[in-house]
């Protein structure tokens, strides 16, 4: 690790979240040590966007070192409603291309969001139960503070369900489909904040200025549905990976 040092206000943040600053360059091998300790056949909550590609890509070069990925079990966070799950701008695309099949782990093991109805939400809930809950969950942090797709206004008891997207989120995901804010999908189903914190790990991944404000307000602001990755401060076991730039205090 280069010599960062954390900033003083956020050493340490809390008996239960660990904060590891690291250059952005480092940030997928650090957090892919961490993940690696579900290995070989533990259940992995992935998340999709940028924030967590070289984490994955780190992961993928472990497997060529001797790493066993093969029988891990994947749940992914959250999905677009409305994008059928071969279109290359779905998350199911994402986590297949991106992890599972780099990482070598069957169809069968791989589970996304899918549906629209509270039945198809029911069922994901189930499939987590039935897989005896996820071992270690990935997530990002929007610049809104959602995490998965739980807006500010989720609360800490929401479970798997139908979300409209903020517009803002839509905004910063466009660039996915061709820029053009009318193509991003208005819904997802999207992984509650009590699903994700029912996880028995969590690790965060984060980079780049646009993050501080909401990452440093969930490290070290008040626990609020206003900005969902606050509930993380309740969670016994976090694990922050992260530049300087997204812990950076504005000036
Ligand atoms: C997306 C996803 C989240 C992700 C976040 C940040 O909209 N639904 O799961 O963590 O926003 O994305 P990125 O890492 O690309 O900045």
């Given at each position: ?107 069968a093991h791989v589970r996304v969001p899918s549906g629209s ?135």
């Amino acid at each position: 690790m280069t010599g960062v040092t954390l900033p003083t206000d956020l050493a340490p943040v809390s008996a239960t979240t660990r904060v590891v600053v690291c250059a952005p360059e480092e940030i997928g091998d650090v957090a892919a040590g961490v993940v690696a300790t579900v290995a070989p056949d533990g259940v992995l909550g992935v998340a999709t966007g940028s924030s967590p590609l070289a984490l994955y890509a780190a992961l993928i070069r472990r497997r060529t070192e001797g790493l066993a990925t093969e029988g891990l079990r994947l749940f992914a966070l959250d999905e677009y409603v409305g994008l059928p799950d071969d279109d290359p701008r779905s998350y199911a695309a994402y986590v297949r291309s991106v992890i599972a099949e780099p990482l070598g782990i069957p169809a069968a093991h791989v589970r996304v969001p899918s549906g629209s109805t509270a039945a198809d939400a029911a069922a994901y809930e189930r499939a987590i139960a039935e897989a005896g809950g996820v071992d270690l969950q990935i997530v990002g942090i929007g610049r809104n503070g959602h995490i998965g797709f739980n807006e500010p206004g989720s609360d800490a008891d929401t479970r798997t369900r139908v979300v409209t997207l903020d517009e803002s989120t839509r905004r910063a995901n466009a660039e996915h489909f061709d820029g053009d804010l009318a193509r991003v999908p208005t819904h997802a189903m999207t992984q509650g904040v009590a699903t994700i914190l029912a996880a028995r790990r969590i690790v965060l991944v984060a980079s780049g200025a646009a993050k501080a404000a909401a990452l440093r307000s969930a490290l070290l602001g008040p626990v609020t549905a206003d900005n969902p990755a606050s509930f993380l401060q309740r969670h016994p076991d976090v694990t922050v990976v992260a530049d300087p730039d997204a812990l950076r205090e504005d000036r």
